[in-house]
């Protein structure tokens, strides 16, 4: 299964005036259906109950629910780019990933495997759903 490593703010919830993203409860369906979900956030390292505990206040409990049991912790200290398996088949959703963790994508030759999300875009989930679809219908282009 692709493994996707998952960003909250910017991609799940608005950074603006901090709501759920349009669509959200669909997309998080989506996702932790089709994919190996990992949390990619500075509301999670080494464990989940922050990052639900953030949630909880933006998304309802069947969310909240899904993301608990099909969104696994990650750890990392510095750049996000530490808790990625880079040798895997992946992709990581953020809104501003650092100048040195798309170098070290780069380096690694995965930069494609890196989704900025932008939710200043109309239906901005919906599109990157089917971004996925399509990704997963090629496997994941490895």
């Known amino acids: 299964m692709i493994k996707l490593y998952l960003d909250i703010d910017g991609v799940l919830l608005t950074t603006k005036h901090t709501q759920a993203a349009s669509g959200v409860e669909e997309f998080v ?32 409990p069947s969310t909240l629910e899904q993301l608990e049991h099909k969104v696994k912790p990650t750890d990392w200290d510095t750049l996000k780019t530490e808790a990625i398996d880079v040798q895997s ?11 040195a963790e ?10 494609h495997r890196l989704i900025v999300v932008d ?13 996925l679809q399509t990704l997963l219908q090629f496997g994941g282009l490895k």
């Open 102 to 111: 798309k170098a070290f994508l780069q380096a690694n030759r995965a930069a």
């Open 119 to 131: 939710l200043k875009e109309p239906d901005a989930l919906v599109a990157l759903q089917l971004q």
């Open 29 to 60: 369906e989506f996702v932790t259906s089709s994919f190996e979900c990992y949390w990619l956030t500075t509301h999670c390292k080494g464990s989940s109950a922050s990052a639900l505990r953030y949630l909880s206040r933006f998304l309802p």
């Open 89 to 99: 088949n992946f992709y990581w959703l953020d809104d501003q990933p650092f100048q």
